[in-house]
């Protein structure tokens, strides 16, 4: 840690820690952009920084880190690219997994998995089968995911198992959001969304009900401890203007 970070650290309430903090990582194609590389220079880059964010917040005590690698919308963009992205969780885990391992990081995926390509399947299944028993933070990455379509998959479920009855009474909110992807895990408390963008994209519509919002104008392949620290710190200050009142 650099001495600028080190300052902010030193800030941040370490009783205070968001437990669970989701990412929207935007930017990668415009990062490449702006310095005239081809955009897959950037998604290369942007796993760079998949690797040092799950480092940095594995040790800032974050329980829950969840980062939307892979929308429903994205299937939108040219064959090439879909291509290389899709070629990216089997080298995540090639050359993460031992880290993975020792910083003790379960995996896990949201998302439509089923409609993905075999060996991007097998690439997750296999590095979720591997962490299952890691007992530190939960990494959850969210691959063919849109929220909307969760939530319409959650309902047809819901009127599945009614009508089996295996359902019965009334739904409330606990029992919805134990038919959603992420059914076990508590809602994020600390959205962050990098790239300038201001908006929720149809991730996690239900589970960011409650949850500070954090955006900063970083591209995600420049998105350092740094940064994380600045909205670690802003979502603690947010949280105390709370408590006052
Ligand atoms: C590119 C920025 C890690 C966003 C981050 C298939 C776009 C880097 C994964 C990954 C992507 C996913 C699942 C998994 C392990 C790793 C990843 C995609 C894109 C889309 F189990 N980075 N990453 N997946 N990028």
């Given at each position: ?39 897959h220079e950037g998604h290369r880059q942007g796993v760079e920084t998949v690797r040092s964010t799950v480092r940095n917040s594995s040790d800032l005590g974050i329980g829950i880190l ?180």
């Amino acid at each position: 840690m650099n001495e600028r970070e080190q300052e902010l650290k030193n800030k941040i309430d370490p009783e205070n820690i968001p437990h669970h903090v989701a990412i929207i990582m935007d930017g990668n194609g415009r990062w490449a952009a702006e310095k005239g590389l081809p955009r897959h220079e950037g998604h290369r880059q942007g796993v760079e920084t998949v690797r040092s964010t799950v480092r940095n917040s594995s040790d800032l005590g974050i329980g829950i880190l969840t980062l939307f690698a892979f929308s429903t919308e994205n299937w939108q963009r040219p064959v090439r690219e879909v291509n290389y992205l899709m070629s990216l969780p089997e080298k995540y885990f090639q050359t993460e997994l031992p880290e993975l391992m020792r910083n003790n990081v379960r995996v896990r995926l949201i998302g439509d998995s089923k409609r993905l390509p075999r060996k991007v399947q097998k690439a997750v299944n296999d590095g979720a089968e591997k962490t299952k028993n890691n007992t530190g933070m939960v990494l959850n990455f969210a691959l063919n995911y849109g929220s909307r379509a969760e939530i319409l998959m959650a309902v047809n479920k819901m009127i599945e198992d009614a009508a089996s009855g295996r359902l019965k009474g009334k739904i409330n909110e606990n029992i919805f959001s134990s038919y959603l992807y992420t059914a076990g895990l508590p809602d994020p408390d600390l959205l962050i969304r990098t790239s300038g963008e201001q908006r929720i994209s149809n991730f996690l519509l239900w589970q960011l009900a409650y949850s500070e919002l954090w955006f900063t104008d970083v591209y995600w392949p420049d998105f350092s401890m740094f940064h994380l620290l600045v909205a670690v710190d802003g979502y603690q200050q947010r949280k105390r203007r709370f408590g006052k009142i």
